[in-house]
T-cell receptor
Framework: ELKVEQNPLFLSMQEGKNYTIYCNYS?????LYWYRQDPGKSLESLFV???NGAVKQEGRLMASLDTKARLSTLHITAAVHDLSATYFC???????????????WGAGTKLIIKP | EADIYQTPRYLVIGTGKKITLECSQT?????MYWYQQDPGMELHLIHY???????EKGDLSSESTVSRIRTEHFPLTLESARPSHTSQYLC????????????FGQGTRLTVV
């Protein structure tokens, strides 16, 4: 069964702390995406990771991909309140045809950062 | 900024009504998706399309239909709305190439009373 598992599903932390969200997936893929969703809003693309060892950084967020371990991490450095949101990872699973692939989504990690 | 639009943004309707949620994108994307999402919860794929005249069912498709007559337009129809359909509906699109990220519309928040 194709599975994408995020942990933790809920995280409450203090401003200034560092933390990591994990995204494990169950089948071969070298394309993984991270999205952010604010309450009541839609999803916004954060990072696109397209190869083993890929690392992307934007501000206090850094994402990495280890395709051999089937693991991606989203690291938060010196968290600030504005980063409070739900973070989703999604994995691109290739089908038999080049265009026949689909996104499998994690359940999301709800992050609350307290001042 | 992604050019994908959903209408209406909010809708309150009575049980048994037929409704169509609209989604349009101006990016020329071949792939389009409909997701259902309760607040703060997982995304559930309802339908998706690889291009014109292509539609595929997702996990929650049994009570809705879609069409893809034009590349830019992917409407979702609920034939008979029920209170269990109360949710947020998100439309997304992506290019067909490998590694193309999906862009999301602003969503339609549906309440069935």
């Amino acid at each position: 069964e194709l599975k994408v598992e995020q942990n933790p599903l809920f995280l409450s932390m203090q401003e200034g702390k560092n933390y990591t969200i994990y995204c494990n997936y169950s089948t071969t893929s070298d394309r993984l995406y991270w999205y952010r969703q604010d309450p009541g809003k839609s999803l916004e693309s954060l990072f696109v990771l397209l190869s083993n060892g890929a690392v992307k950084q934007e501000g206090r967020l850094m994402a990495s991909l280890d395709t051999k371990a089937r693991l991606s991490t989203l690291h938060i450095t010196a968290a600030v309140h504005d980063l409070s949101a739900t973070y989703f990872c999604a994995v691109d699973i290739m089908g038999t045809m080049d265009s026949n692939y689909q996104l499998i989504w994690g359940a999301g990690t709800k992050l609350i950062i307290k001042p | 900024e992604a050019d994908i639009y959903q209408t209406p943004r909010y809708l309150v309707i009575g049980t048994g009504k037929k409704i169509t949620l609209e989604c349009s994108q101006t990016m020329g994307h071949d792939k389009m998706y409909w997701y259902q999402q309760d607040p703060g919860m997982e995304l559930h794929l309802i339908h998706y399309s690889y291009g014109v005249n292509s539609t595929e069912k997702g996990d929650l498709s049994s009570e809705s239909t879609v069409s893809r007559i034009r590349t830019e337009h992917f409407p979702l129809t609920l034939e008979s709305a029920r209170p269990s359909h109360t949710s947020q509906y998100l439309c997304a699109s992506s290019a067909r190439r490998q590694g193309a990220e999906a862009f999301f519309g602003q969503g339609t928040r549906l309440t069935v009373v």
